[in-house]
Protein backbone atom coordinates (compact mmCIF):
# COMPACT_ATOMS: atom_id res chain seq x y z
CA UNK A 1 0.00 0.00 0.00
CA UNK A 2 0.88 3.20 -0.41
CA UNK A 3 0.98 5.72 2.09
CA UNK A 4 -1.28 8.80 0.66
CA UNK A 5 1.51 11.03 2.04
CA UNK A 6 3.49 9.58 -0.71
CA UNK A 7 1.37 10.65 -3.66
CA UNK A 8 2.30 13.15 -6.00
CA UNK A 9 0.86 16.60 -5.44
CA UNK A 10 -0.40 16.95 -8.89
CA UNK A 11 -0.36 20.39 -10.80
CA UNK A 12 -2.82 22.18 -12.29
CA UNK A 13 -2.26 25.07 -14.66
CA UNK A 14 -5.30 27.10 -14.38
CA UNK A 15 -7.11 27.58 -10.84
CA UNK A 16 -10.66 26.24 -10.79
CA UNK A 17 -13.56 28.53 -8.40
CA UNK A 18 -14.04 26.38 -5.27
CA UNK A 19 -16.17 26.38 -2.33
CA UNK A 20 -19.64 27.91 -2.95
CA UNK A 21 -18.95 29.77 -6.54
CA UNK A 22 -19.08 25.71 -8.10
CA UNK A 23 -23.02 26.35 -7.26
CA UNK A 24 -23.28 28.63 -10.19
CA UNK A 25 -21.67 25.95 -12.72
CA UNK A 26 -24.06 23.76 -13.83
CA UNK A 27 -20.98 21.77 -15.14
CA UNK A 28 -19.64 21.08 -11.90
CA UNK A 29 -20.45 18.71 -9.34
CA UNK A 30 -18.64 18.32 -5.95
CA UNK A 31 -18.47 15.48 -3.72
CA UNK A 32 -17.37 15.64 -0.35
CA UNK A 33 -15.45 12.70 0.22
CA UNK A 34 -14.75 10.70 3.55
CA UNK A 35 -10.51 10.54 3.03
CA UNK A 36 -8.00 11.04 1.14
CA UNK A 37 -7.26 8.24 -1.13
CA UNK A 38 -4.33 5.93 -0.56
CA UNK A 39 -3.54 5.44 -4.45
CA UNK A 40 -5.17 6.79 -7.39
CA UNK A 41 -4.71 2.71 -8.63
CA UNK A 42 -6.59 0.65 -7.22
CA UNK A 43 -4.74 -2.38 -7.48
CA UNK A 44 -2.97 -1.37 -4.42
CA UNK A 45 -5.51 0.49 -2.16
CA UNK A 46 -7.70 -0.90 0.03
CA UNK A 47 -9.92 1.57 1.45
CA UNK A 48 -13.50 3.06 0.15
CA UNK A 49 -12.74 6.27 -0.29
CA UNK A 50 -9.60 5.31 -2.61
CA UNK A 51 -11.59 3.10 -4.70
CA UNK A 52 -14.35 5.61 -4.68
CA UNK A 53 -11.47 8.12 -6.49
CA UNK A 54 -9.69 5.87 -8.40
CA UNK A 55 -11.62 2.79 -9.95
CA UNK A 56 -15.39 3.96 -10.12
CA UNK A 57 -14.20 7.73 -11.52
CA UNK A 58 -10.99 6.76 -14.06
CA UNK A 59 -11.19 2.89 -14.60
CA UNK A 60 -13.62 0.42 -15.78
CA UNK A 61 -13.55 -3.29 -15.41
CA UNK A 62 -13.77 -6.60 -17.31
CA UNK A 63 -17.28 -6.84 -15.78
CA UNK A 64 -19.57 -4.72 -14.19
CA UNK A 65 -23.14 -5.67 -11.90
CA UNK A 66 -26.50 -5.85 -12.65
CA UNK A 67 -27.74 -2.49 -9.88
CA UNK A 68 -30.45 -5.19 -9.09
CA UNK A 69 -29.49 -8.71 -9.35
CA UNK A 70 -25.99 -8.29 -8.51
CA UNK A 71 -24.86 -10.39 -11.25
CA UNK A 72 -21.95 -9.93 -13.75
CA UNK A 73 -22.42 -8.01 -16.48
CA UNK A 74 -20.57 -6.85 -19.58
CA UNK A 75 -17.92 -3.74 -19.66
CA UNK A 76 -14.77 -3.81 -20.73
CA UNK A 77 -15.81 -7.65 -21.74
CA UNK A 78 -18.71 -7.78 -23.85
CA UNK A 79 -19.04 -11.89 -23.92
CA UNK A 80 -17.33 -14.50 -22.27
CA UNK A 81 -16.85 -18.60 -22.10
CA UNK A 82 -16.19 -21.34 -19.73
CA UNK A 83 -14.73 -24.48 -20.27
CA UNK A 84 -17.04 -27.66 -19.26
CA UNK A 85 -14.18 -28.55 -16.44
CA UNK A 86 -14.67 -24.62 -14.95
CA UNK A 87 -11.20 -24.07 -15.15
CA UNK A 88 -10.73 -22.10 -18.52
CA UNK A 89 -12.75 -18.55 -19.54
CA UNK A 90 -12.15 -16.97 -22.31
CA UNK A 91 -12.86 -13.31 -22.64
CA UNK A 92 -14.34 -11.10 -25.72
CA UNK A 93 -13.21 -7.10 -25.27
CA UNK A 94 -15.00 -4.37 -26.41
CA UNK A 95 -13.53 -2.84 -29.44
CA UNK A 96 -13.06 0.98 -30.03
CA UNK A 97 -12.17 1.94 -26.20
CA UNK A 98 -10.37 4.78 -26.19
CA UNK A 99 -8.37 5.42 -22.93
CA UNK A 100 -7.39 9.29 -21.91
CA UNK A 101 -3.80 10.67 -21.75
CA UNK A 102 -2.26 13.10 -19.95
CA UNK A 103 0.65 15.32 -19.76
CA UNK A 104 3.62 12.37 -19.99
CA UNK A 105 1.76 9.99 -22.61
CA UNK A 106 -0.91 10.13 -25.58
CA UNK A 107 -2.16 6.27 -25.99
CA UNK A 108 -1.70 5.42 -30.06
CA UNK A 109 -3.94 2.86 -30.21
CA UNK A 110 -7.44 1.29 -28.29
CA UNK A 111 -8.02 -0.99 -25.59
CA UNK A 112 -6.76 -4.40 -26.34
CA UNK A 113 -5.60 -7.79 -24.70
CA UNK A 114 -2.19 -6.57 -23.72
CA UNK A 115 -3.84 -4.18 -21.33
CA UNK A 116 -5.66 -7.13 -19.31
CA UNK A 117 -2.45 -8.98 -19.36
CA UNK A 118 -0.33 -6.05 -17.63
CA UNK A 119 -2.90 -5.20 -15.59
CA UNK A 120 -2.86 -9.10 -13.88
CA UNK A 121 0.62 -9.95 -14.23
CA UNK A 122 1.13 -6.36 -12.61
CA UNK A 123 -0.12 -8.05 -9.87
CA UNK A 124 0.48 -11.72 -9.76
CA UNK A 125 3.69 -11.77 -10.85
CA UNK A 126 6.78 -11.14 -8.13
CA UNK A 127 9.33 -10.56 -11.51
CA UNK A 128 7.23 -8.22 -13.14
CA UNK A 129 8.87 -4.67 -13.80
CA UNK A 130 6.00 -3.27 -12.26
CA UNK A 131 5.59 -6.06 -9.72
CA UNK A 132 7.48 -3.21 -6.52
CA UNK A 133 6.63 0.11 -8.40
CA UNK A 134 4.99 2.43 -5.70
CA UNK A 135 5.88 -0.44 -3.23
CA UNK A 136 3.06 -2.91 -4.48
CA UNK A 137 1.12 -4.45 -1.93
CA UNK A 138 -1.39 -6.15 -3.87
CA UNK A 139 -3.77 -7.27 -1.64
CA UNK A 140 -7.15 -7.66 -2.62
CA UNK A 141 -5.78 -9.64 -5.65
CA UNK A 142 -4.27 -12.04 -2.87
CA UNK A 143 -7.15 -12.34 -0.43
CA UNK A 144 -9.32 -13.35 -3.00
CA UNK A 145 -6.59 -15.89 -3.85
CA UNK A 146 -6.16 -15.24 -7.49
CA UNK A 147 -2.29 -14.98 -7.32
CA UNK A 148 -2.46 -18.71 -6.95
CA UNK A 149 -5.48 -19.33 -8.74
CA UNK A 150 -4.60 -17.75 -12.16
CA UNK A 151 -2.03 -20.39 -13.61
CA UNK A 152 -2.12 -18.50 -16.81
CA UNK A 153 -2.63 -15.66 -18.54
CA UNK A 154 -3.13 -15.95 -22.69
CA UNK A 155 -3.05 -13.44 -25.01
CA UNK A 156 -5.28 -15.19 -28.01
CA UNK A 157 -5.38 -12.10 -30.50
CA UNK A 158 -6.27 -8.58 -29.37
CA UNK A 159 -10.00 -9.12 -28.74
CA UNK A 160 -9.66 -12.23 -26.90
CA UNK A 161 -8.12 -12.95 -23.55
CA UNK A 162 -8.17 -16.17 -21.88
CA UNK A 163 -7.43 -17.60 -17.89
CA UNK A 164 -6.44 -20.51 -17.19
CA UNK A 165 -7.46 -21.83 -13.57
CA UNK A 166 -5.59 -24.24 -11.25
CA UNK A 167 -8.96 -25.41 -9.99
CA UNK A 168 -12.58 -24.36 -10.55
CA UNK A 169 -13.91 -21.29 -8.60
CA UNK A 170 -17.53 -20.43 -8.49
CA UNK A 171 -16.72 -16.41 -7.77
CA UNK A 172 -14.28 -16.15 -10.45
CA UNK A 173 -16.33 -13.77 -12.90
CA UNK A 174 -17.52 -11.97 -10.28
CA UNK A 175 -13.57 -11.29 -9.20
CA UNK A 176 -13.46 -9.12 -12.53
CA UNK A 177 -15.96 -6.73 -11.45
CA UNK A 178 -14.18 -5.65 -8.23
CA UNK A 179 -11.96 -2.35 -7.91
CA UNK A 180 -8.61 -4.12 -7.71
CA UNK A 181 -9.50 -5.70 -11.16
CA UNK A 182 -9.73 -1.94 -12.75
CA UNK A 183 -7.57 -1.88 -15.94
CA UNK A 184 -4.66 0.15 -16.85
CA UNK A 185 -2.94 0.95 -19.95
CA UNK A 186 0.12 -1.51 -20.71
CA UNK A 187 1.40 0.70 -23.71
CA UNK A 188 1.48 3.55 -20.95
CA UNK A 189 3.10 1.37 -18.22
CA UNK A 190 5.56 0.75 -21.39
CA UNK A 191 6.56 4.26 -22.15
CA UNK A 192 7.23 5.31 -18.38
CA UNK A 193 9.12 2.79 -17.83
CA UNK A 194 11.26 3.33 -20.46
CA UNK A 195 11.88 6.83 -19.31
CA UNK A 196 12.79 6.01 -15.77
CA UNK A 197 9.37 6.92 -14.03
CA UNK A 198 7.09 4.12 -13.55
CA UNK A 199 5.61 5.61 -10.81
CA UNK A 200 4.07 8.09 -12.95
CA UNK A 201 1.29 5.51 -14.35
CA UNK A 202 -0.16 5.03 -10.21
CA UNK A 203 0.18 8.78 -9.50
CA UNK A 204 -1.16 10.31 -12.53
CA UNK A 205 -3.54 7.28 -14.12
CA UNK A 206 -4.56 6.83 -17.43
CA UNK A 207 -7.93 4.60 -17.77
CA UNK A 208 -10.84 4.34 -19.80
CA UNK A 209 -13.40 5.59 -17.36
CA UNK A 210 -15.76 8.35 -17.49
CA UNK A 211 -13.06 11.00 -16.12
CA UNK A 212 -9.59 12.17 -15.84
CA UNK A 213 -7.19 13.04 -13.14
CA UNK A 214 -6.58 16.80 -13.36
CA UNK A 215 -5.56 17.75 -10.04
CA UNK A 216 -4.87 15.92 -6.61
CA UNK A 217 -4.07 18.06 -3.49
CA UNK A 218 -3.25 15.87 -0.44
CA UNK A 219 -6.02 16.23 2.06
CA UNK A 220 -8.01 18.76 0.12
CA UNK A 221 -9.22 18.21 -2.72
CA UNK A 222 -9.03 16.39 -6.60
CA UNK A 223 -10.55 17.55 -9.93
CA UNK A 224 -11.36 15.74 -12.09
CA UNK A 225 -12.66 16.74 -15.97
CA UNK A 226 -15.04 14.36 -17.88
CA UNK A 227 -13.49 11.83 -20.34
CA UNK A 228 -14.39 13.18 -23.60
CA UNK A 229 -13.51 10.12 -25.50
CA UNK A 230 -16.19 7.87 -23.10
CA UNK A 231 -17.03 4.75 -24.73
CA UNK A 232 -20.62 4.57 -22.83
CA UNK A 233 -21.25 7.86 -23.96
CA UNK A 234 -20.89 11.50 -22.93
CA UNK A 235 -20.59 12.64 -19.40
CA UNK A 236 -23.34 14.89 -18.92
CA UNK A 237 -21.29 17.09 -15.93
CA UNK A 238 -17.56 18.32 -17.06
CA UNK A 239 -16.15 18.99 -13.90
CA UNK A 240 -15.77 16.20 -11.06
CA UNK A 241 -14.77 17.87 -7.42
CA UNK A 242 -14.19 15.36 -4.39
CA UNK A 243 -13.67 18.25 -1.33
CA UNK A 244 -11.69 15.78 1.35
CA UNK A 245 -13.88 16.39 4.27
CA UNK A 246 -13.09 13.74 6.99
CA UNK A 247 -15.93 15.23 9.35
CA UNK A 248 -19.21 13.89 9.15
CA UNK A 249 -20.49 17.33 10.65
CA UNK A 250 -18.96 19.29 8.04
CA UNK A 251 -19.92 16.86 5.52
CA UNK A 252 -23.48 18.15 5.76
CA UNK A 253 -22.79 21.63 6.87
CA UNK A 254 -21.49 22.06 2.93
CA UNK A 255 -24.16 20.28 1.60
CA UNK A 256 -26.54 22.77 3.19
CA UNK A 257 -24.61 25.69 2.12
CA UNK A 258 -24.30 24.01 -1.68
CA UNK A 259 -20.75 23.70 -1.51
CA UNK A 260 -20.97 19.95 -1.84
CA UNK A 261 -23.82 18.45 -4.11
CA UNK A 262 -23.32 14.74 -2.39
CA UNK A 263 -22.31 13.41 0.98
CA UNK A 264 -21.27 9.75 1.71
CA UNK A 265 -22.63 8.25 4.71
CA UNK A 266 -24.73 10.65 6.60
CA UNK A 267 -24.96 9.74 9.98
CA UNK A 268 -28.00 8.36 11.29
CA UNK A 269 -28.36 11.47 13.69
CA UNK A 270 -28.60 13.43 11.00
CA UNK A 271 -31.52 11.80 8.69
CA UNK A 272 -34.58 13.66 10.16
CA UNK A 273 -32.52 17.12 8.96
CA UNK A 274 -31.90 15.58 5.88
CA UNK A 275 -35.30 15.19 5.12
CA UNK A 276 -36.24 18.30 6.79
CA UNK A 277 -34.26 20.60 4.12
CA UNK A 278 -36.60 21.30 0.73
CA UNK A 279 -33.16 21.19 -0.61
CA UNK A 280 -31.79 18.20 0.50
CA UNK A 281 -32.55 14.54 -0.26
CA UNK A 282 -31.89 11.65 1.77
CA UNK A 283 -31.17 8.28 -0.47
CA UNK A 284 -31.26 4.43 0.78
CA UNK A 285 -29.56 1.25 -0.67
CA UNK A 286 -30.30 -2.12 0.63
CA UNK A 287 -26.41 -2.85 0.99
CA UNK A 288 -24.16 -6.24 1.40
CA UNK A 289 -22.11 -5.43 4.19
CA UNK A 290 -21.64 -6.90 7.92
CA UNK A 291 -20.04 -4.87 10.66
CA UNK A 292 -18.14 -6.48 13.60
CA UNK A 293 -15.72 -6.47 16.15
CA UNK A 294 -12.70 -8.86 15.71
CA UNK A 295 -10.74 -11.04 18.36
CA UNK A 296 -6.96 -11.14 17.63
CA UNK A 297 -6.88 -14.96 18.14
CA UNK A 298 -3.33 -14.77 17.77
CA UNK A 299 -2.89 -12.87 21.34
CA UNK A 300 -3.65 -14.11 24.89
CA UNK A 301 -6.10 -14.33 25.96
CA UNK A 302 -8.55 -14.21 22.71
CA UNK A 303 -7.00 -17.41 21.60
CA UNK A 304 -9.49 -19.21 24.07
CA UNK A 305 -12.65 -19.52 22.57
CA UNK A 306 -14.28 -19.01 25.98
CA UNK A 307 -13.55 -15.96 26.39
CA UNK A 308 -14.41 -14.29 22.61
CA UNK A 309 -18.08 -16.60 24.05
CA UNK A 310 -17.96 -14.86 26.73
CA UNK A 311 -17.57 -11.17 25.31
CA UNK A 312 -20.35 -12.27 22.80
CA UNK A 313 -22.67 -12.98 25.46
CA UNK A 314 -21.44 -9.62 27.59
CA UNK A 315 -21.99 -7.24 24.38
CA UNK A 316 -25.40 -5.72 23.75
CA UNK A 317 -25.74 -5.73 20.36
CA UNK A 318 -29.35 -4.51 20.30
CA UNK A 319 -28.67 -1.16 22.29
CA UNK A 320 -25.89 -0.37 19.81
CA UNK A 321 -28.41 -0.95 17.12
CA UNK A 322 -31.40 1.05 18.63
CA UNK A 323 -28.57 4.00 20.04
CA UNK A 324 -26.36 4.04 16.99
CA UNK A 325 -27.92 3.12 13.71
CA UNK A 326 -31.37 4.81 15.16
CA UNK A 327 -33.20 1.61 12.83
CA UNK A 328 -31.19 2.04 9.95
CA UNK A 329 -29.25 -1.72 10.69
CA UNK A 330 -30.57 -5.02 11.69
CA UNK A 331 -28.12 -7.21 14.72
CA UNK A 332 -25.91 -9.12 12.86
CA UNK A 333 -25.09 -12.94 13.44
CA UNK A 334 -22.52 -14.40 10.63
CA UNK A 335 -20.30 -13.29 8.82
CA UNK A 336 -22.61 -13.54 6.03
CA UNK A 337 -24.93 -10.83 5.44
CA UNK A 338 -28.65 -11.28 4.75
CA UNK A 339 -29.77 -12.06 1.64
CA UNK A 340 -26.90 -13.28 0.36
CA UNK A 341 -26.23 -17.17 -0.77
CA UNK A 342 -25.26 -19.41 1.88
CA UNK A 343 -26.95 -17.20 4.63
CA UNK A 344 -27.85 -19.52 7.70
CA UNK A 345 -31.11 -17.72 8.85
CA UNK A 346 -31.39 -20.36 12.09
CA UNK A 347 -27.87 -19.68 13.04
CA UNK A 348 -27.62 -19.23 16.80
CA UNK A 349 -27.02 -16.03 17.96
CA UNK A 350 -25.43 -14.30 21.49
CA UNK A 351 -27.74 -13.00 23.29
CA UNK A 352 -27.04 -10.23 26.10
CA UNK A 353 -26.39 -12.37 29.26
CA UNK A 354 -23.22 -10.62 31.13
CA UNK A 355 -24.15 -13.34 34.07
CA UNK A 356 -23.14 -15.68 31.32
CA UNK A 357 -20.15 -13.77 30.60
CA UNK A 358 -19.01 -14.15 33.85
CA UNK A 359 -19.12 -17.75 33.92
CA UNK A 360 -17.29 -18.22 31.08
CA UNK A 361 -14.58 -15.81 32.07
CA UNK A 362 -14.29 -17.89 35.42
CA UNK A 363 -13.98 -21.17 33.16
CA UNK A 364 -11.24 -19.62 31.32
CA UNK A 365 -8.87 -18.47 34.35
CA UNK A 366 -9.67 -14.59 33.91
CA UNK A 367 -12.67 -14.49 37.10
CA UNK A 368 -11.12 -11.14 38.05
CA UNK A 369 -10.97 -9.81 34.45
CA UNK A 370 -8.57 -8.30 32.27
CA UNK A 371 -7.26 -5.31 30.44
CA UNK A 372 -7.13 -4.74 26.72
CA UNK A 373 -6.87 -2.28 23.80
CA UNK A 374 -10.43 -1.85 21.64
CA UNK A 375 -9.05 -0.04 18.33
CA UNK A 376 -11.96 2.13 16.94
CA UNK A 377 -12.26 3.24 13.04
CA UNK A 378 -12.04 7.13 11.87
CA UNK A 379 -14.07 6.81 8.97
CA UNK A 380 -17.76 6.24 9.22
CA UNK A 381 -19.71 3.22 7.10
CA UNK A 382 -22.80 1.62 6.47
CA UNK A 383 -21.39 -0.81 8.87
CA UNK A 384 -20.82 1.67 11.41
CA UNK A 385 -21.33 5.02 11.14
CA UNK A 386 -20.12 6.34 14.70
CA UNK A 387 -17.84 3.75 15.59
CA UNK A 388 -16.37 5.93 19.13
CA UNK A 389 -19.59 5.46 20.22
CA UNK A 390 -20.05 1.74 19.46
CA UNK A 391 -16.57 1.70 21.29
CA UNK A 392 -17.42 3.37 24.22
CA UNK A 393 -20.85 1.74 24.63
CA UNK A 394 -19.08 -2.18 23.91
CA UNK A 395 -16.16 -0.51 26.92
CA UNK A 396 -19.22 0.05 29.08
CA UNK A 397 -20.73 -3.43 28.39
CA UNK A 398 -17.00 -5.23 29.46
CA UNK A 399 -16.69 -3.24 32.28
CA UNK A 400 -19.45 -4.77 33.64
CA UNK A 401 -17.59 -8.71 33.24
CA UNK A 402 -14.42 -7.27 34.60
CA UNK A 403 -12.74 -6.49 31.32
CA UNK A 404 -11.16 -3.00 30.96
CA UNK A 405 -10.98 -1.99 27.25
CA UNK A 406 -8.84 1.20 26.34
CA UNK A 407 -10.12 2.59 23.16
CA UNK A 408 -7.88 3.94 20.49
CA UNK A 409 -7.59 4.84 17.33
CA UNK A 410 -5.00 5.79 14.33
CA UNK A 411 -5.62 7.37 10.44
CA UNK A 412 -7.20 5.23 8.28
CA UNK A 413 -4.34 4.24 6.33
CA UNK A 414 -2.43 3.17 9.65
CA UNK A 415 -5.93 1.61 11.08
CA UNK A 416 -6.14 -1.18 8.37
CA UNK A 417 -1.92 -1.24 7.73
CA UNK A 418 -1.61 -2.08 11.85
CA UNK A 419 -4.77 -4.35 11.39
CA UNK A 420 -3.21 -6.36 8.75
CA UNK A 421 -0.22 -6.69 10.37
CA UNK A 422 -1.90 -8.14 13.54
CA UNK A 423 -0.85 -4.98 15.95
CA UNK A 424 -4.24 -4.80 17.87
CA UNK A 425 -5.91 -6.65 20.66
CA UNK A 426 -9.73 -6.44 19.01
CA UNK A 427 -10.95 -4.01 16.34
CA UNK A 428 -13.94 -2.63 15.09
CA UNK A 429 -14.05 -3.30 11.18
CA UNK A 430 -16.48 -4.48 8.65
CA UNK A 431 -16.81 -5.20 4.80
CA UNK A 432 -19.42 -4.30 2.30
CA UNK A 433 -19.63 -6.63 -0.41
CA UNK A 434 -17.25 -6.32 -3.92
CA UNK A 435 -18.66 -8.63 -5.84
CA UNK A 436 -22.32 -10.47 -4.87
CA UNK A 437 -20.45 -13.76 -4.09
CA UNK A 438 -20.46 -15.28 -0.36
CA UNK A 439 -16.59 -15.89 -0.81
CA UNK A 440 -16.32 -12.30 -0.65
CA UNK A 441 -17.15 -12.51 2.60
CA UNK A 442 -16.64 -16.40 4.12
CA UNK A 443 -13.24 -16.73 3.15
CA UNK A 444 -11.70 -13.11 2.20
CA UNK A 445 -12.31 -12.53 5.93
CA UNK A 446 -12.28 -15.56 7.84
CA UNK A 447 -10.34 -18.10 5.85
CA UNK A 448 -6.92 -19.46 6.79
CA UNK A 449 -5.31 -18.09 3.47
CA UNK A 450 -6.30 -14.89 4.73
CA UNK A 451 -4.64 -14.14 8.17
CA UNK A 452 -1.11 -13.97 5.67
CA UNK A 453 -2.78 -12.01 3.29
CA UNK A 454 -3.95 -9.21 6.17
CA UNK A 455 -7.97 -9.42 5.24
CA UNK A 456 -8.61 -11.59 7.83
CA UNK A 457 -8.69 -9.28 11.11
CA UNK A 458 -9.19 -12.16 13.32
CA UNK A 459 -6.42 -13.91 12.79
CA UNK A 460 -7.90 -17.19 12.50
CA UNK A 461 -7.42 -20.03 10.90
CA UNK A 462 -9.95 -23.33 11.71
CA UNK A 463 -10.00 -25.94 9.57
CA UNK A 464 -13.37 -27.16 10.13
CA UNK A 465 -14.81 -23.31 8.77
CA UNK A 466 -11.83 -23.25 5.88
CA UNK A 467 -12.84 -27.06 4.52
CA UNK A 468 -16.66 -26.30 3.66
CA UNK A 469 -15.23 -22.33 2.81
CA UNK A 470 -12.72 -24.18 0.37
CA UNK A 471 -15.30 -26.53 -0.90
CA UNK A 472 -17.44 -24.06 -1.92
CA UNK A 473 -15.64 -22.49 -4.48
CA UNK A 474 -15.79 -25.49 -6.81
CA UNK A 475 -18.78 -25.63 -7.47
CA UNK A 476 -20.73 -23.91 -9.51
CA UNK A 477 -24.44 -25.09 -7.81
CA UNK A 478 -26.17 -22.96 -5.10
CA UNK A 479 -27.84 -25.29 -3.61
CA UNK A 480 -24.59 -27.44 -2.38
CA UNK A 481 -22.47 -24.26 -2.21
CA UNK A 482 -25.12 -22.72 0.52
CA UNK A 483 -25.22 -26.08 2.31
CA UNK A 484 -21.36 -25.82 2.89
CA UNK A 485 -21.81 -22.42 4.07
CA UNK A 486 -24.06 -23.36 6.67
CA UNK A 487 -21.79 -25.65 7.94
CA UNK A 488 -18.97 -23.47 8.23
CA UNK A 489 -21.17 -20.74 9.96
CA UNK A 490 -22.26 -23.17 12.42
CA UNK A 491 -18.40 -23.34 13.24
CA UNK A 492 -18.00 -19.71 13.15
CA UNK A 493 -20.54 -19.25 16.13
CA UNK A 494 -19.30 -21.80 18.12
CA UNK A 495 -15.21 -20.42 17.80
CA UNK A 496 -16.64 -16.72 18.16
CA UNK A 497 -13.47 -15.13 16.56
CA UNK A 498 -15.74 -12.21 15.96
CA UNK A 499 -18.20 -10.12 17.42
CA UNK A 500 -20.70 -9.46 14.69
CA UNK A 501 -22.75 -6.66 15.04
CA UNK A 502 -24.20 -4.84 12.49
CA UNK A 503 -25.49 -5.52 8.99
CA UNK A 504 -26.63 -1.51 7.68
CA UNK A 505 -27.94 -0.27 4.70
CA UNK A 506 -26.37 2.53 2.72
CA UNK A 507 -27.58 5.95 2.99
CA UNK A 508 -26.04 9.29 1.09
CA UNK A 509 -27.57 12.88 0.78
CA UNK A 510 -27.76 15.04 -1.83
CA UNK A 511 -29.06 18.47 -3.19
CA UNK A 512 -32.28 17.91 -4.22
CA UNK A 513 -31.83 18.82 -7.92
CA UNK A 514 -28.70 16.23 -8.48
CA UNK A 515 -29.78 13.42 -10.75
CA UNK A 516 -28.22 10.27 -12.00
CA UNK A 517 -25.42 9.84 -9.29
CA UNK A 518 -26.03 6.11 -8.08
CA UNK A 519 -24.92 3.75 -5.46
CA UNK A 520 -24.64 0.42 -5.95
CA UNK A 521 -22.45 -2.91 -5.12
CA UNK A 522 -19.54 -1.64 -7.79
CA UNK A 523 -20.36 1.93 -4.96
CA UNK A 524 -20.41 5.19 -6.88
CA UNK A 525 -21.03 6.12 -10.33
CA UNK A 526 -20.52 9.56 -11.26
CA UNK A 527 -21.06 8.79 -15.10
CA UNK A 528 -24.99 10.02 -15.64
CA UNK A 529 -24.83 12.40 -12.51
CA UNK A 530 -25.90 16.25 -13.44
CA UNK A 531 -27.26 19.11 -12.44
CA UNK A 532 -30.94 19.98 -12.76
Known amino acids: MIARKTLLALALSTLLPTGAAWAANNDTIVYCSEASPESFNPQIASSGPSFVASSQVL ?54 ADDVIFSVMRQKDPNHPYHNVSKGNYQYFS ?65 TGPYVLQQYKADAQIRYLANPNYWEGAVPTKHLIFAITPDVQTRLAKLQTNECQIIP ?18 HTVDALNVGYLAFNTEKKPFDNALVRQALNYATDKKAIIDAVFLGSATVAKSPLPPNMLGYKKDLKDYGYDPEKAKALLKQAGLDKGFETTLWSMPVQRPYNPNSRRIAEMIQSDWAKVGVK ?31 GDPDNFADTLLGCNSVKSGSNAARWCDKAYDGPVQQAKLTSDPVKRAALYAQAQEVFYAQAPWIPLANGKTFYATRSNVSGYSVSLMGSDFSKAKLN
Open 265 to 282: APAPVQFDQIKGNKDLTL
Open 405 to 435: AKIVSYEWGEYLAGMRRGEHDTALFGWMSDN
Open 143 to 207: DVGLDKLITEVKKVDDNHVQFVLSEPNAAFLADWGMDFASILSAEYADAMLKKGTPENVDNWPIG
Open 59 to 112: YNRLVNFDPEKNTPVPSLATDWTISPDGKTYTFTLRQGVKFNSNKFFKPTRDFN
